[in-house]
Each structure stands twice: as structure tokens, then as C-alpha cells.
């Protein structure tokens, strides 16, 4: 493939001659752009969030991953359930290489026998620390959740209270109404 650096540039200024540099990219027709150029862009960094839902589905889907070959479906599965997990957005193409990198670099902290503990105390040691995390995330929802079920109940109270109050307020002022009405009949 012959490539000239220089022809994106051109091709912007002629399709942008007002010279939006910070547009200019996003006017080049997608046909124009190198398919290579496209699929060596780096993604964005996974977060804490992201890496232990990605812990998680990797979990659920690993058996499933195991028996299929071709398993772009089933990252695509994983990348909808992450999103349900963290609300960040990932392609399976994203997790199947963020597995592929993870896998890679576990196996080459393993291989060194003198190093294997070492590394594996540290794996442990981040695994535990990411189980904590997630441990006092669950803490910190279920009190907020608790919270919530006292403030509706104590909602469902005083409203329970206001309609009391409002039949008896009702009930006065139909006696009241009917004693002028028996007065006003005399």
C-alpha cells in the first residue's frame, strides 16, 4: 500500500478552505482514511469499574468462551453486559483484546520460578484489594438503599397522618354544615 503523508492535510483543505483545523479530520470522507490507521487507534483506558466487571463477565462467560471457536458473538454478549454493569460502552473487539493482553501478562509473570511468588502475591494482592473495593461499594449501596426504605416509610406515614386529619376535618364540617343547616330550616 503506498501511502502519502501529505494527502490527508490537502484533502482537508480542500474539503474545509474555511480552515477549521479542529474539524478538518472529521471532514475527510471515511473512504479516504487507511483502514490500518483506523484499526491501530489506542483505546481509551479501562477504569477501576470497568476492569472488575470486566472480572466478573469474564467470569460468567468463561465456560462459554472455552467451547466456541468463534466466539466474536459471545464478546459482543459480554461488551452488553458490561454496559448494563459499569454504563461504559466496550466492543467485543475492546474485551477480547483487553482478555487476550491480561491473559498474556499473567503467564509471563508466572514463567520465572523465583518471581512466580512474588508475582502471584501481588496478583493476590490486587485481586483482594479489587474485592474490597467492590465489597464496600456494595456496603455503601445497601445503606443508601436502607436509607431510602426509611425516608418512603416515614413519607407513607406523614401522608398517612394528613389523611386522618383531613377526614376528621372533613367530619367537623359536615356537622358544623349541618347545624346551620338545622338552624337556618327553624
Given at each position: ?95 477480547k483484546i483487553k482478555i487476550t493482553n491480561m ?10 520460578v523465583k518471581k512466580r511468588k512474588m508475582r ?67
Amino acid at each position: 500500500m503506498v501511502r502519502w503523508p501529505g494527502l490527508r492535510p490537502c484533502l482537508s483543505a480542500l474539503l474545509n478552505p474555511a480552515g477549521a483545523s479542529s474539524m478538518a479530520a472529521a471532514e475527510v470522507p471515511g473512504y479516504l482514511v487507511s483502514p490500518q490507521t483506523e484499526k491501530h487507534r489506542r483505546a481509551r483506558n479501562w477504569t477501576d469499574a470497568e476492569m472488575r466487571g470486566l472480572m466478573l463477565v469474564w467470569e460468567e462467560f468463561f465456560d462459554e468462551l472455552k467451547q466456541t471457536k468463534r466466539n466474536a458473538k459471545v464478546y459482543e454478549k459480554m461488551a452488553s453486559k458490561l454496559f448494563e454493569m459499569t454504563g461504559e460502552r466496550r466492543l467485543g473487539e475492546e474485551i477480547k483484546i483487553k482478555i487476550t493482553n491480561m491473559t498474556f501478562q499473567y503467564r509471563s509473570e508466572e514463567r520465572p520460578v523465583k518471581k512466580r511468588k512474588m508475582r502471584s502475591c501481588h496478583l493476590q494482592k490486587k485481586k483482594l484489594r479489587l474485592l474490597e473495593a467492590m465489597l464496600e461499594e456494595q456496603r455503601r449501596l445497601s445503606r443508601a438503599m436502607e436509607e431510602t426504605c426509611r425516608e418512603v416509610r416515614r413519607v407513607l406515614d406523614q401522608q398517612n397522618i394528613l389523611q386522618v386529619q383531613s377526614l376528621q376535618l372533613q367530619e367537623r364540617m359536615m356537622s358544623l354544615l349541618e347545624k346551620i343547616i338545622a338552624k337556618s330550616n327553624v
